[in-house]
């Protein structure tokens, strides 16, 4: 058998990953994301590589579609398929397929029907195949899928393929980080060798992240000072992922104080708290959030079900927040302080050299996060005509709460898994080349997918 291997974006880059696969009788997409900009730049956002004109032709004839998880570099151009005459399922996990639809249907907020209508999401949503992990599931004839847990994201997969003999793994975003919410991947170790791994590249510049419990006890000390200064914390997170792990954090170690000094969430975040709630149980989140949550109050749930957890509308709210003496805790999107809430807060807080604000997430190069980590003092905040400057005073503090597998344990990990060839992805160009030299000092054939046919025979 020939396997054919194209890259449709994601092969050279972060961002809208999607990796075509086909054999004679067979096509198979993993995901199909979409790629955004700091809007300083002003670059529309990328779509997978596939021409305009030859975009009902390639969906129509494609047989199957597989994500790995629900982030939008991930999943964002899905319903672009069925707009463009795809006819097939898509697979992904339970958790997935409900974090999918928010992103979708925030996309139509944002983007309006640029890649796709809310027709297309309904189809979309009626042809999802929702999946448990370890479960391998037939596809066709001639291939079969299991997802396993790749530690990300709630329901975030690692993709093991069984293709007429051979089996193939698509890493997706893949962690080794023990959290509060999540145990790390969980691949089974196979006496088989796989043909080849199609392996994210995205951290290879970090060789060991920070430890989780540091990150963590230096955010629990950021409000504990926030307290004693009866001032402000603010913390801008992406809506998915980051805002539970620290929401989780910060309910489980401050618990009785939030009684009197509440938590604040804005933007989109109470949306997806939703989700998560629906999948606390050990099939999904770490069994030891949910002892924790038990132990501590039997009346909880879930850490987000916290009386002292208060979601936040409208500026005048903020402004009532921010102008009270009592000390309190915001969390709000943007995660790169791009857009959303959390530039109301900061407009109304950056003077403030007693507040805080913590930076919890990776900062692309040109974004706001990311000049203010640079020492930049002065940022625009606001949309169109509102835009203004403002002075950055308050005190800026940086945790890391990678979602990613670092760049020693990437290498441990495909050293350690029988295989044949690897391609590594989701990353830029110096980091998946200098995985790849490493990796050959390993005695392993590791290539940089190249957005073009390779081929594994």
């Known amino acids: 058998m020939t396997l054919k291997i194209l890259g449709l974006g994601g092969a050279k880059e972060v961002g809208r990953s999607s990796f075509l696969l086909t054999e004679d009788n067979h096509s198979l997409l993993l995901d199909a994301g979409l790629k955004l900009f700091p809007k300083r730049l002003n670059i529309p956002p990328l779509e997978p590589n596939i021409p305009l004109n030859e975009r009902k032709e390639f969906f129509s004839s494609l047989d199957s579609m597989l994500v790995s998880h629900a982030h939008l570099d991930h999943i964002g151009y899905i319903p672009a398929a069925y707009h463009y005459g795809y006819t097939g399922k898509v697979y992904m996990t339970k958790p997935t ?51 396993h847990d790749a530690g990300h994201i709630l329901g975030s997969a690692a993709i093991e393929l069984e293709w007429d003999g051979q089996k193939i793994l698509y890493t997706g975003d893949i962690s080794d980080q023990k959290s509060l919410l999540h145990t790390g991947y969980h691949i089974p170790t196979s006496n088989d ?32 000072d926030t307290y004693k200064r009866k001032s402000k914390l603010i913390i801008p997170a992406f809506s998915m992922g980051r805002s539970q792990e620290v929401l989780s954090i910060l309910m489980t170690y401050l618990d009785d104080l939030l009684y009197s000094y509440p938590i604040y969430i804005a933007g989109a975040i109470n949306k997806v708290n939703k989700i998560y709630r629906k999948f606390f149980n050990s099939n999904w989140i770490n069994p030891k959030i949910i002892e924790l949550v038990k132990e501590q109050d039997s009346s909880l749930k879930t850490p987000w079900d916290h009386p002292g957890l208060k979601e936040v509308r409208g500026f005048n709210t903020q402004k009532r927040i921010m102008k009270s003496k009592k000390p309190c805790i915001i969390i709000s999107t943007h995660g790169m302080l791009e857009t959303g809430p959390v530039h109301g807060f900061l407009s109304l807080g950056a003077n403030k050299k007693e507040n805080i604000l913590a930076i ?67 990353g830029d160009l110096n980091s998946m080349t200098h995985l790849r030299n490493r990796l050959k000092n390993n005695g392993l054939i590791a290539t940089v997918l190249p957005s073009m046919e390779s081929t594994s025979t």
């Open 360 to 426: 919890v997430g990776y900062q692309a190069s040109g974004s706001i996060g990311a000049d203010i980590l640079a020492g930049v003092k002065t940022i625009e905040l606001g949309y169109g005509k509102h835009v203004k400057k403002y002075h950055i005073d308050l005190e800026i503090r940086k945790y890391s709460f990678s979602g990613h597998i670092s760049r020693e344990n990437l290498q441990k990990f495909l050293t350690n898994t029988q295989t044949d060839q690897i391609f590594t992805v989701h």
């Open 193 to 224: 060798k796989f043909s080849f791994i199609i392996s994210e590249a995205t951290n290879h510049h970090t060789s060991r992240h920070t430890p989780r419990e540091k990150s963590s006890k230096g955010l629990i000390q950021a409000a504990l």
């Open 97 to 147: 397929a409900d974090l999918a639809n928010y992103v979708w249907e925030d996309g139509l907020k944002i983007q309006g029907d640029r890649f796709y209508n809310k027709k297309d999401v309904n189809l979309t949503n009626r042809n999802i195949v929702k999946l448990d992990y370890n479960n391998k599931i037939k596809i066709s004839d001639k291939v079969s899928a299991t997802f």
